[in-house]
């Protein structure tokens, strides 16, 4: 077993189990897991993922002894279908297909009909009296195996393909008779023989071959680099190759192939799910190239063609009692593939259904209640990352629009953007730095797996043709992203950037608005409203509460980012920045007086006109927070940030009765060749400790009035910019010496909580120094990183960019906590902190406390808390308790 | 004796020894030792440094006790003396001294003369005869008790002298007589009474513990706390007092007092040194008041008045058999005060003797030679900081040059720089940043301890006054700074801002040139020319090479610089930055070009402009190190820093027949918010191979032609900025790969050596990762002190000097490297890389490589070698050794 490469599944029986998906692919393990239980499975056999990283190491070359073990397992599959691989008379065709760990929709390629030449298709033929069918199945095997296996222009076939339909008038490939595709057949023939100098292969083995080495290369093809990028997929996990017998959907009209989810993808209701096309190849519903049929009437639309359920109701019953019988096995919504031959059910895969999280979230909590699944398993169901989503933007119910048609609502969520036609145009315009067209909607006839990077950057995707299932609506879902398909009514002229719905010409760059809920195409830009943590969500992140740890806080810098963060469930404020206080237009005038100022007297004077300010300010936030700690930073940037530009300079120092020569040269001495590393934080606090006192007198002032009101307020003061002990011993004694001030002039009661940022490498390598002066620490790993990397968030975005296309960096370490590097830091500061003061409460305030990789680490370095932006907050709340239970889960408690 | 808090002196017998500094003082445990060595000290008793830490942290108040101690004591030493304190009959007077562990002279406060009333004033005129003397100590104890102890304004005090002397038509003192000096005395009381209120203390002991509480408070007066920064000496080590008989040099004309050098203090050489005053107190020899007389014949100059061993005879002998027993016992070139009371010889103190860099070269080598010390001891008496000043320029021998006047050689070395009259000017003009004006020549009548920041930024002082053992003499000589004293022929009008030789007039502002080496003052500016190492100084460092571990190398750019540090030592270069190469004509042209290329096309071909180039400056430096290794760190810096200013954008793109437009928005596009953050080192290695690619070229094909030529060469290539293992292991494989092409193609023998700087902390932190990747790691501790800290290097500087003088920050942690910070960082690189690769060499190329602290870190850290600038380089050659004897000291091997 060890050294076994090759596993055989058929017949009820197979080597493999649905666990082993590391060595036999997601789609292997779930074949061999599908046979083992009983359901109709065509008989083949799994080459194993290590192959393939043998074959990628050594540049091609297969290990000794595969060709034996694949010989063996074609014998095992001849005995089980009772057919002959290149038997003349009763042939046995393969699909040759990838299969990596996790599915990678349509990222790698695929060769069917493996196995015919003039020979087997006159067999095949004689067998079935179905010429035409042989033909069709023939040319396709042609075409995909010039594409895929021979690298061969496949546009040269479509041409082809699209001359005959021409010559002959026909609509539909449906439309070409046996003679058509025969002869077409025998065109390609021709094609490949001109294009690559050789014959087309006869030989079913070296067609076989041919195949399995063109899906282990596929595995380095760019879109699948690109999907393993976004979807963070080691390169070195491989992909397996499944090796199946064909079975035929296309074989007549009591053939057919499906697609279907145990539960409905995008809302998540428990009803079958799926379409069907009569007549067709497993490739034709994926591709999105006919629009198909549903499987049952709970999903006819009115003046739909009939559904799976009316044509075929044996059938029927059969596929929804494995429905059941799959759902409780794998206790998940699963994503099944079936092919009807000659009224025979064969399941060709089965695998967990990717969902919008609108569904995922119901899905997981009806399992919960129909008793499949527990509490914990329900929570780690949704995936932190993908609920965001559920708290954008919505179309605005109050808001009044007309439709201008409607398609499929394959993705939830609203999208409102200019239309554009093609990725590259999505990726370009997004880039272009313009925000007048960085907001796009891509609208195609299709799209491809070549279009992923273009629908990332979108705002939404709209496809005239493609169903529920079609490649559009799985990636959209899975990015979260609103996506209508099959819009029918509209009309793509590529070559115009028009499309056109009922005589209304849309041009690119015009402005549409999706709604992803109902698929409705609107003209113009609609209104979006924030929604609402209730019904099932809300279930969810109590439940998801019931087992985190960390408590989540969020980054607010004023009363309605507070209330909104608070109703998201934050149980206070980790990071409130005072300096967007400044930029009112009223307070912008005070704080560049006191940036001007020539001594303390006039920076005292310009900051008492800024202390009305700032204590109001505080008093609504902390009044928002209420019985909740409010952590509130004081200033921080680097005073030439409030600096007016050049040529407002005149107009300021008339203003402020001074010297405009004078104010230049007092500007020109505050600007730094590198800000961010410059005279800002604490070091302001220090060189101009009045800054900081009126801030912290603002703070207590706003302090003790709510409080002599009744209100329970926990204000806790931030010092940032920490890299050495006695900055913070100074600090905390100014602010202490203020607090104590205000709170006995005020006969007031409010405790007072000091601490600091950690931020500066150098504060985390001397956390046991700078702890004895802090009642907390916090993180800001934005500034962390920053330094730890040597990268300005400001410039270093190119080559980082650069940096994970060529796999230097995993991640943006800005996005998602560096754990390697920068993590060092924050568990040092953590233990080297809590020895040297035992009572030191410790969390994290930068962009990465939303991030849930990050929030895992977190939890395991252990903080106490997370700060995030509100909206990331029910990610966060969820993170959290993922952190625990994959924790429990590895054993750990 | 724990709890003794005063430590009695006399009589040949003293509570207290010699090594007791810390409790003590220098001063006092010096006292106490040459009591037990049975030299004749005046008896006394010394108040130990923990009192002055009490009295510090306790705002003032004394320890319980204190005041029955010294009563005791005082009792002892009226025992000892055989006279009372405040007895009329047969007085006792007190001089109250300061004496911290380590010498800082003139920076805190004296009192002599205590005990000095009306009666007291009767009974020593009784015993005495000489009224004079005593009204002259009277007043002199009211005009420093009246500064010192009460505080009064000074100034007051020297009109009253001035205004007697003006009347009498008197120059000296001397010729003032005992009438004047009485009524002065009186007028002096009159008023301390209108100045204060206050009457002037009649009563001894008031008189003495005020003395002590203004002893105590000195410890923290400015120019104390100045002079402990610079010297960095900590705060909380405090003072000792030191009250002690007096003994009177002014008593007539068998009365004397003088300071002397076991050996010359400039020059080293083995005589007797020394300068005496006949009837005077110790004051005038030190304050520089009047011009004292040599000791002995060797020293008489022509024409100078008459030599201690001229005029008593055997009192000098009793002086040089001091001496000699105190360099047995000490076995160090001591500092000695003495004086002469009616022929007979008091020992008022002994110390180290600051010496200048050539003089402690020179004691060390010859005290090792007379057997007096070993080796380890000869090479540990030398300050590796204080050896620069050796290396630095003197007078060119060739260079002709008139002589303006002569003054004593107070210290050795070359002065040039702009004449200004005040300290305040010299600081001023030096951080004026004009650097017509940053070089200054201090020129004073005397200096006075508020001049020493003023000294400090100076080139040279030179005064008119003062002998060799004046305050602007030893000042200069702790400072390694040029001085001149004593230039009598100079007048100096201070009003006008001129000076007057002859008739000649020398205003400020004009250029004037010291010799410190002969005492000549020459106008205008004299070439200078840098020193050779050899004599003592090679013999020096030759021992010091014995005992160090730390291999010693060079940061050097240029054939030049590589050739004399090789002079110096220089074992190899551990810095050769490419950067600066670029800036010739020719080559900015071509770098200019390649930064402005559209696409990697023209890139290639401007780099290919520059290869030539590039060849040429490594076969330069490779082969003036010839044997030695040469590390060559790839470009760092922004590219934007190669940009030309605005206004030549467009003469830049005609040259290259570009657009303007679109090369001022590229331009743009390199201009970055935080360059030292951005786009640089590695990462432009990255991004544009090709640069590293022609660089690397460069090496191999001129290592290789050198190694054809039968020229031993060592080249190391360096890669800066990695953050992250993978960016050096894609650029080692390049470098790896274009040197073996040129190697193969150039059928040559050259080892490929390929290493990084760990200057970025995540470096440091995932060393372990790196080192798998790197022959040799290099600590570029400038950025790696720089993102540690978050301070960028160019905009830090204002607030680090403010960091420094509140104490936030000891030293500037780009000087001395920060050991509790950015040594964590070093030491956990250095361990997990020696770990992660046993075979890899470590090394260090930030400025802190010179830095002889960092260089100790560097030892213990177990660093392979040391990198500074050409001229530190023999500095870190001693410092390495250092390292090694003083870890010996404490008992590590």
């Known amino acids: 077993m060890p050294n076994r490469r090759v596993y055989f599944f058929g017949e009820g029986k197979a080597d493999g189990r649905g666990e082993m998906k590391n060595i036999l692919g997601g789609k292997g393990a779930n074949l061999a897991e599908m046979t083992n239980l009983g359901i109709p499975v065509p008989a083949g056999f799994s080459i194993s993922t290590k192959v393939c990283t043998y074959f990628m190491e050594r540049d091609g070359v297969f290990p000794d002894g595969l060709e034996d073990e694949v010989t063996a397992a074609i014998r095992k599959v001849e005995a089980a279908m009772g057919t002959g691989f290149g038997d003349p008379e009763n042939p046995l065709l393969f699909s040759v297909r990838s299969g990596a760990r996790v599915s990678m929709p349509g990222m790698m390629d695929t060769v069917l009909n493996i196995g015919l030449n003039e020979k087997t298709a006159a067999g095949l033929i004689k067998k079935t009296s179905d010429e035409r069918f042989v033909y069709d199945s023939y040319r396709r095997l042609i075409q995909m195996y010039a594409d895929v296996v021979m690298g061969l222009d496949i546009e040269a076939f479509h041409a082809i393909l699209d001359a005959r339909k021409k010559e002959k008038g026909a609509w539909h490939d449906l439309d070409l008779d046996a003679d058509d595709l025969k002869s077409i057949t025998a065109d390609y023939k021709t094609k490949v023989k001109e294009l690559s100098g050789r014959d087309f292969p006869d030989d079913p083995m070296e067609q076989l071959w041919g195949a399995i080495r063109a899906v282990f290369d596929s595995w380095n093809i760019p879109r699948a680099i690109s999907y393993r990028r976004l979807n963070e997929i080691p390169d070195d996990w491989g992909t397996a190759v499944n090796v199946q017998a064909m079975v035929f959907g296309n074989m007549g009209t009591d053939s057919a192939t499906g697609v279907a989810f145990t539960r409905d993808p995008a809302t998540g209701e428990r009803v079958f799910y799926g379409e069907y096309l009569p007549n067709a190849q497993g ?94 398993t329900a929570v780690l169901r949704v995936e932190p990352d993908q609920i965001e989503q559920l708290l954008h933007k919505r179309l605005d119910p109050a808001a009044d629009y007309d439709v201008l048609t409607k398609g499929l609502p394959a993705s939830p969520g609203a999208g409102v953007g200019r239309v554009v036609f093609t990725a590259e145009d999505a990726m370009g315009w997004a880039e272009s730095g313009d925000p007048e067209k960085s907001k796009t909607v891509l609208v195609r006839e299709e799209t491809s797996p070549e279009d992923i990077d273009g629908m990332n950057v979108a705002q939404g995707v709209l496809t005239a043709r493609g169903g529920m299932t079609s490649h559009a609506a799985v990636v959209a879902r899975g990015m979260g992203k609103c996506c209508i398909a099959g819009a029918g009514d509209i009309k793509i002229d590529y070559a115009a950037r028009t499309f056109t719905v009922d005589g209304t010409v849309v041009k690119e760059g015009d402005w549409v608005t999706l709604n992803g809920a109902t698929g409705e195409v609107i003209l113009g830009q609609v209104a979006t409203v924030d929604p609402e943590l209730s019904g099932n969500f809300a279930t969810l992140l109590e439940w998801a509460d019931e087992f985190r740890q960390l408590g989540v806080r969020t980054n607010a810098d004023n009363p309605q980012d507070a209330a909104r963060a608070r109703s998201f469930g934050a149980e206070g404020i980790g990071l409130c920045r005072t300096e967007h206080m400044f930029f009112g237009e009223e307070r912008i005038k005070h704080i560049r007086a006191m940036i001007m100022a020539s001594d303390e007297g006039e920076r005292r004077e310009a900051l008492g006109n800024l202390l009305p300010f700032q204590r109001e300010d505080f008093e609504g936030i902390l009044e928002a927070m209420e019985g909740l700690p409010v952590t509130i930073r004081l200033l921080d940037p680097p005073l030439h940030e409030f600096i007016p530009p050049d040529e407002e300079i005149g107009q300021l120092a008339a203003d402020l009765g001074k010297d405009a020569e004078m104010m230049k040269a007092r500007a020109e001495e505050l600007r730094e060749s590198n800000p961010m590393l410059g005279h800002r934080g604490c070091r302001l606090g220090i060189t101009y400790p009045e800054v900081y006192e009126m801030q912290a007198r603002a703070i207590y002032e706003a302090a003790c009035a709510l409080s002599k009101r009744g209100v329970n307020v926990k204000p806790e003061v931030m010092i940032p910019l920490v890299g050495e002990a006695k900055e ?56 962390l990183t920053q330094m730890a990397y040597g990268y300005s968030r400001d410039d270093a975005g190119p080559f980082i960019k650069e940096y994970v296309k060529q796999g230097i960096l995993r991640r943006d370490p800005f996005q998602s906590l560096d ?53 990331r907050v029910p990610v966060a709340r969820l993170a959290a308790s993922h952190a625990v239970l994959k924790a429990r889960m590895r054993g750990f408690h």
Request: net charge negative; hydrophobic share 40%.
């Open 283 to 376: 490739e034709d519903v994926v591709a999105g190239v006919r629009t198909p049929r549903p499987i049952n009437l709970a999903q006819k639309k009115k003046g739909a063609e009939e559904s799976l359920e009316e044509t075929m109701p044996p059938i029927y019953r059969e596929l929804e009692t494995i429905r059941q019988k799959l759902e409780r096995h794998y206790t998940d919504t699963q994503d099944i593939e079936f092919t009807i031959q000659d009224g025979k059910l064969w399941m060709l895969q089965t695998r967990t259904g990717k969902r919008t999280a609108e569904a995922a979230v119901r899905i997981a909590v009806e399992m919960e209640a129909e008793g499949l699944i527990d509490r914990k």
């Open 728 to 783: 913070l011993s100074i600090l905390r004694e100014l602010v202490d010496r203020v607090a104590r001030e205000v709170i006995a002039r005020e006969k007031a009661s409010v405790d007072i909580r000091i601490g600091t940022m950690i931020e500066i490498p150098r504060a985390a390598l001397t956390a046991d120094e700078v702890a004895v002066h802090a009642d907390f620490f916090s993180f800001g790993t934005n500034d």
């Open 819 to 871: 754990q390697r590097g920068v993590g060092q830091l924050v568990k040092m500061a953590a233990e080297k902190g809590s020895q040297a003061n035992p009572d030191l409460h410790i969390g994290i305030c930068g962009e990465h406390g939303g991030d849930p990789d990050s929030i895992n680490f977190c939890h395991h370095a252990g903080l106490a808390y997370v700060s995030c932006s509100p909206f």
